[in-house]
């Protein structure tokens, strides 16, 4: 009998080769080790950019009010800046000087959108005896805002004109002759009367701006310095000139109705360009 083979009646076992793990086969591999990498540079970007362990870590909520400057604090991106530094806020949105004369109790910042309601501001926390850092973060010239179609309509009629260095076709920006734009007021002129209809609407609305209340809108007090210096052509030099002056500039604020908190809602409405005025 040969050695090689086995004796009559013994089994015969056949020996075959370990089968390889899943995990080093090449379908997987060619699948798991681009989605590993993947996966780790992300690990690698959160710890370098210090965000992966903000669920964890104590957050600091801040409570302010302000005026119209403060939906800066509402952009996602002021909000990731200030999550990275573990903090959240919590705003209310006012007129600029009504937030100024908020009581500081219960608030830990106010975000005034001028400078007069700034200093209203740190005079109190001076009076007070507080501690007060007045920073000028924003300083920014009043804005009209319209659609096109109303500033066209003042272009047509030589109150406007399109600033340089724009599209010529589709201008963002346009410097307005304001004692010009006020004497259609004056004169009870409607936007229908300077040509609105050209550009697509109706609007039989006299020609005004439209603001807050005075009384607690910093840019709204700021207008109405502009209206009062340009239709006087300087500053009242006694109070009897300051109430002359009021009541010949009263119809140009009175003729705009009930002022409202937010005159911008008017552009986030279908109907606001055919019953805007400027705001």
Excluded at 21 to 46: D, E, S
Excluded at 95 to 102: C, D, L, T
């Amino acid at each position: 009998m040969s050695a090689t083979q086995p004796a009559p009646g013994e089994p015969l076992l056949a020996v075959r080769p370990r089968p390889t793990p899943f995990y080093r086969t090449a379908p997987f591999l060619w699948r798991f080790v681009p989605v590993a990498a993947l996966a780790l540079a992300g690990v690698v970007a959160l710890l370098a950019s210090g965000t992966v362990a903000l669920p964890f870590q104590p957050m600091t909520t801040l409570v302010g009010v302000g005026g119209s400057k403060i939906e800066y604090l509402g952009d996602p991106q002021v909000q990731d800046r200030l999550l990275r530094h573990h903090i959240t806020v919590n705003v209310t949105r006012l007129g600029s000087r009504e937030s100024a004369r908020v009581p500081f109790e219960g608030v830990d910042f106010v975000f005034p959108s001028g400078q007069p309601a700034a200093e209203l501001v740190l005079h109190r926390r001076q009076e007070a005896q507080e501690y007060s850092s007045a920073h000028r973060v924003f300083v920014s010239p009043i804005v009209l805002a319209t659609y096109r179609e109303y500033a066209e309509t003042l272009r047509g009629a030589g109150l406007a004109d399109p600033q340089p260095g724009q599209d010529p076709a589709r201008p963002l920006y346009y410097d307005l002759s304001l004692g010009g734009f006020l004497d259609q007021g004056r004169a009870g002129r409607t936007w229908n009367d300077l040509g609105i209809e050209d550009q697509g609407f109706a609007n039989g609305n006299t020609v005004l701006a439209q603001t807050s209340n005075v009384c607690e809108s910093n840019s709204a007090a700021t207008y109405l310095g502009l209206v009062a210096f340009v239709t006087r052509g300087g500053v009242p030099t006694s109070g009897q000139e300051g109430v002359e002056l009021a009541r010949e500039i009263r119809p140009l604020l009175r003729e705009q109705g009930l002022p409202t908190r937010a005159p911008d809602a008017v552009y986030f409405i279908p109907e606001g360009a055919g019953s805007s005025r400027w705001s």
